[in-house]
């Protein structure tokens, strides 16, 4: 087999979704030279020759719990102008061919199945799809809804869990772009640190918390002690829906505090809330309010308004951790990858800031460069 003719999966958890669909169709868009890559970071200088799969040799499929066929998701968006007017019907033969790579999500109300059931049945359809379609390997990327923490008395594990411990035994890279449990539950410990499979997570770092990662070291180093840090999020789509239950809603909170108590050494005083405002579709504001002391003691605010397309900043980076961690796995690289720190909030180590994650990225470029 050539090296042009080496393909790559990528299977979404949640392939039905914003995220996952922007990507599918971002990839497909992209791929037939209808938009460059923009915001794709591996597709900059520092990046070449490093090995990645091209983004031309990825193939998607995925699990999902909704089974509205992917074209529609694309129109919804489109029409939501998160996909450019007309790109749906221009990809439609290639979502269409995604589509029918969407096996049913789980466990639906009503399940009788047990975990280890629903692993071996999540694990089978992956592996189906690799051995189908011919892929040298398929990484598996959770961008489905985000759920509640699990309890310390739940005796099952939770969905993200499951299908994380399936990708481990489908001999999968795995990403937990979400903020749920995934890899971390302590029920799977033994099972990754066995793996030999490289990893990464948790929660992808897009647009509140990227600025938060550039702003706190900036406190940090001008020796201005931060004394309140508050922010407020308006959005809609089938994430603000999610993030409307409280649960699910502190699963998120915790990472976006996490990178300011990371960075500044301490959580300062100030809470973050998100509102689920369904008019704005995909469309995210994000508000900070910054108090801090200065010399002598004056006391200063800075505010920012961050507005952005949530799945038009997610979907590049999804790509990116797909194409990344597939040549990790190429290269041999196993375990948690605290290179890719600067794809998440709540990375697997690292340093914290932004320029020091991009730093450590740009080493772990050169490392796949020179394992070729
Ligand atoms: N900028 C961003 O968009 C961003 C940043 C960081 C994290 N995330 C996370 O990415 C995830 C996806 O965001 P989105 O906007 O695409 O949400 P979405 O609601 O549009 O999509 C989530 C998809 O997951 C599916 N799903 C739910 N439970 C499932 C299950 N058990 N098995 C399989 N599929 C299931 C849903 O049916 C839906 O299609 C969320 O957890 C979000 O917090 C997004």
Redo the contacts with the bound molecule.
């Keep these: 087999m050539t090296a042009h003719a080496v393909r790559t999966g990528v299977w979404f958890?949640?392939?039905?979704?914003?995220?996952?669909?922007?990507a599918t169709a971002g990839a497909a868009a992209i791929a037939a030279g209808l938009h460059p890559p923009t915001g794709m970071v591996t597709e900059t200088p520092p990046f070449t020759g490093a090995g990645l799969p091209p983004v031309t040799s990825l193939v998607f499929g995925?699990?999902?719990?909704?089974d509205?066929p992917l074209p529609k998701?694309a129109e919804a968006l489109a029409a939501g102008g998160v996909l450019p007017y007309g790109l749906p019907s221009a990809l439609e033969a290639e979502l269409t061919v995604v589509d029918a790579e969407i096996r049913p999500?789980?466990?639906l109300p009503g399940d009788t199945r047990g975990d280890e059931e629903l692993i071996a049945a999540f694990a089978a359809d992956i592996e189906d799809f690799t051995r189908r379609n011919g892929l040298a390997r398929t990484v598996v990327i959770?961008?489905?809804?985000?759920?509640p923490a699990p309890g310390e008395a739940d005796s099952r594990l939770p969905?993200?869990s499951l299908?994380a411990a399936a990708a481990l035994r489908a001999g999968c890279p795995y990403a937990n772009?979400?903020?749920?449990t995934g890899l971390r539950s302590p029920h799977l410990h033994d099972a990754v640190a066995s793996c030999a499979l490289p990893h990464a997570g948790r929660?992808?770092?897009?647009?509140q918390t990227l600025l938060r990662s550039v702003l706190a070291p900036m406190f940090v180093q001008r020796a201005l002690p931060v004394r309140a840090w508050s922010g407020t999020n308006l959005l809609g789509?089938?994430?603000g829906?999610?993030?409307a239950d409280p649960a699910a809603a502190a699963a998120?909170n915790a990472g976006k505090e996490r990178v300011l108590a990371d960075t500044l050494g301490a959580a300062p005083e100030g809470e973050v809330h998100i509102d689920d405002v369904p008019a704005m579709g995909?469309w995210?504001t994000a508000w900070d309010h910054i108090a801090f002391d200065g010399f002598l003691g004056s006391r200063m605010i800075l505010q920012t308004i961050w507005q952005?397309c949530?799945?038009a900043?997610?979907a590049p980076l999804v790509l990116d951790l797909a194409r990344l961690l597939a040549r990790s796995h190429e290269a041999g690289l196993t375990g948690p990858r605290p290179e890719l720190g600067f794809y998440f909030?709540d990375p697997d180590g690292g340093p914290a800031a932004l320029p020091e994650q991009y730093a450590a990225l740009l080493a772990f470029a050169d490392r796949l460069r020179a394992a070729r």
């Design positions: 958890i949640g392939a039905r979704g914003s995220v996952a669909t922007t995925g699990h999902d719990t909704l509205c998701r999500g789980g466990p959770n961008v489905a809804s985000t759920e969905a993200s299908y772009f979400t903020p749920s929660d992808g770092k897009t647009g789509g089938g994430d829906a999610a993030l998120k995909d995210k952005g949530d799945s900043l997610a909030k």
